[in-house]
């Protein structure tokens, strides 16, 4: 069947880097979350542990499974927003793995319009008023 038709879609999920855990949404890395995983007995994978691989590489995909799913899109439960290209940074070591601003802030609107919790967002710049100076 067509997604067209059908409305189902396979999506492959972006997750948080794990050293971003204390950083704004839209300031953190989203890289794609990829699985060890094994096939039962009835053939379909079971996924263990996450597992990092930067999005410039390809894992051995005899032994990694990125975590995917089919999602019913036409079901007025679910809201997708894009497509998107990653933006890069110019503050972080490897640039194209955040998420544009612009995104973030249609993604915080529409979640407050549903009451869902929003994302966090940074102010993205600093005032030099609110900076304190170091006593020597």
Known sequence: ????????YYVTFLARHPDDKHVCDNRAQWWPEWHK???DDSNVPVYGARMLFSPKRKPNLTKFMLWSDFVHLTDLKYFIHGPFNFDAH???IQPNQNVALTHWEFLFSFCNQF????????TLTVRKSSLKKRKK
Not at 115 to 122: A, E, H
């Open 1 to 8: 069947m067509h997604p067209d038709t059908t409305g189902d």
């Open 37 to 39: 995983y094994q096939l």
């Open 90 to 92: 110019d503050d972080i």
């Open 115 to 122: 009451s869902i919790v929003p994302p966090t967002l940074s």
